[in-house]
């Protein structure tokens, strides 16, 4: 059995996260959709609000959605998984994203890493985007499917605002 991780911060997961899963699904007999974490970021999700974000948003029995926080090629090896999917969005992934894939190879021989191209309609697409419009009461119908739209909307527009001072907080 072919199997492949798709691994991400998915804070909170996008239409364009959506399109890489449907798309990569089809290569392998299952997917593991693994969030995990990236110790650059500060989440403004908990990974158990991103994991079932991303469940309700995916209904598909060859998916599965986990959460770990070690090392990916350690996670890959414990589950058989021959390869990583990720989507290439602009030029400048490129050097991030080899640097990634060349390291979890060196940690784990036996994983390569597959880059899948992003749709073009959500190149410039990120979830720090969708937290900032969010964040200010804008429209982020067009970059989070609907069956978890409302609820991102509310739990980041609240985040958004400081009930003591009236100030608007930064999110990260
Ligand atoms: N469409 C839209 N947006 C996309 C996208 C797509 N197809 N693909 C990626 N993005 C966005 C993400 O939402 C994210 O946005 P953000 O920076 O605003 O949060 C951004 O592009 C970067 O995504 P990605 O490259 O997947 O980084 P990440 O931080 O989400 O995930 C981990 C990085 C978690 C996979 C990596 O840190 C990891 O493997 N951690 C585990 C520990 C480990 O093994 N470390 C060693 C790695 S060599």
Redesign the pocket.
């Given at each position: 059995m072919k199997i492949g991780i798709y691994?991400?911060?998915?804070?909170p997961v996008?239409?364009?996260?959506l399109?890489?899963i449907s798309r990569a699904v089809k290569v392998f007999d299952h997917l593991i959709v693994a969030v995990?974490?990236?110790?650059?970021?500060h989440c403004s999700f908990t990974a158990e609000e991103r994991i079932t974000l991303i469940r309700e948003a995916v209904q598909d029995d060859n998916i599965e959605v986990v959460a770990?926080d070690?090392?990916?090629?350690?996670y890959a090896k414990m589950r058989q998984a021959t390869a990583i999917v990720?989507?290439l969005?602009a030029l400048s992934?490129f050097e991030?994203?080899f640097?990634?894939a060349l390291?979890?190879k060196k940690?784990n021989p036996m994983l390569d890493t597959l880059f899948l191209a992003?749709s073009a309609e959500?190149m410039f697409?990120?979830?720090?985007?969708v937290?900032q419009v969010a964040s200010f009461g804008g429209d982020i119908s067009a970059f989070v499917p609907p069956s978890i739209l409302q609820e991102i909307q509310e739990r980041l527009s609240r985040r958004s605002f400081d009930g003591n001072t009236g100030n608007r907080r930064g999110l990260s």
């Amino acid at each position: 059995m072919k199997i492949g991780i798709y691994p991400g911060s998915f804070d909170p997961v996008t239409l364009g996260h959506l399109d890489i899963i449907s798309r990569a699904v089809k290569v392998f007999d299952h997917l593991i959709v693994a969030v995990m974490v990236n110790p650059q970021k500060h989440c403004s999700f908990t990974a158990e609000e991103r994991i079932t974000l991303i469940r309700e948003a995916v209904q598909d029995d060859n998916i599965e959605v986990v959460a770990f926080d070690g090392l990916l090629a350690d996670y890959a090896k414990m589950r058989q998984a021959t390869a990583i999917v990720k989507g290439l969005r602009a030029l400048s992934d490129f050097e991030y994203e080899f640097q990634m894939a060349l390291t979890n190879k060196k940690l784990n021989p036996m994983l390569d890493t597959l880059f899948l191209a992003t749709s073009a309609e959500y190149m410039f697409l990120s979830s720090s985007m969708v937290k900032q419009v969010a964040s200010f009461g804008g429209d982020i119908s067009a970059f989070v499917p609907p069956s978890i739209l409302q609820e991102i909307q509310e739990r980041l527009s609240r985040r958004s605002f400081d009930g003591n001072t009236g100030n608007r907080r930064g999110l990260s």
